[in-house]
């Protein structure tokens, strides 16, 4: 009887770039055969001839496909403030749908690196790095409150995130004993506080004769930020 060679496909391409499994059968003719058994090949067209113990062959041809390439693309939102965060969002394309791994994700300032498995296990990752702005800080400079009810002045400045300021400036501050909070903000909102501490002045003193002791007051600063 005439002899006929036969392939099986023991797994598909599943990933592109990937190789399948197949078997090379053969029947009729007069066995032994030669040419059959497993193989490994990529994506392509291919022909297998067995041939059988007194020489007559017989040629099988089959074409392996691949999958799209998988690709995983990532986009972040702006970190405004220094310390906040950012959301990212993964998406795919190619491959076999649907896929694990995608989605919204809340990341701090740094690299990141999200993996994407389509249905098939191939695998891909999207990764990125975000950026943040340098942490504001509110300086302050003091005046000296020279004289009993008087008053003083304040430099407010800011430095790190992003200019321009509001909120910074030249400040008067009277006597008293009391706390103050002045807000600074940075162009994309960031926000910094400068508290207060004003102390009264006490009046002039004289002890005896020409020996006079002398107090003033100043205005003390310390620095929240947030």
Avoid: W
């Amino acid at each position: 009887s005439y002899i006929t060679a036969n392939i099986n496909v023991n797994s598909p391409i599943k990933c592109n770039g990937g190789t399948a499994s197949l078997t090379v059968l053969a029947s009729g003719g007069t066995p032994p055969y030669t040419g059959i058994g497993t193989y490994t090949r990529p994506a392509g067209t291919y022909s297998f001839t067995v041939t059988d113990a007194i020489g007559i062959t017989s040629t099988a041809l089959i074409s392996l496909v691949q999958p799209s390439p998988l690709f995983a693309t990532s986009a972040s939102t702006t970190i405004k403030c220094n310390g906040d965060s950012s959301i990212v969002t993964v998406q795919a394309s190619g491959g076999l749908a649907p896929y694990n791994g995608i989605g919204t994700f809340k990341h701090i300032a740094g690299n990141y690196s999200y993996t994407v498995i389509d249905s098939n296990g191939c695998s891909v990752a999207a990764s990125g790095n975000i950026t943040q702005p340098s942490a504001m800080n509110a300086i302050s400079t003091p005046g000296i409150i020279a004289c009993y009810g008087g008053s003083t002045t304040l430099n407010i400045s800011c430095t790190g995130g992003t200019p321009p300021y509001n909120g910074t400036g030249t400040f008067t501050v009277t006597a008293g004993t009391y706390y103050e909070s002045i807000t600074a903000t940075d162009a994309v909102g960031a926000v910094a506080h400068i508290v207060l501490k004003v102390i009264i002045a006490a009046p002039l003193t004289f002890t005896g004769g020409s020996n006079i002791t002398t107090t003033f007051g100043r205005a003390d600063s310390s620095t929240a930020f947030t």
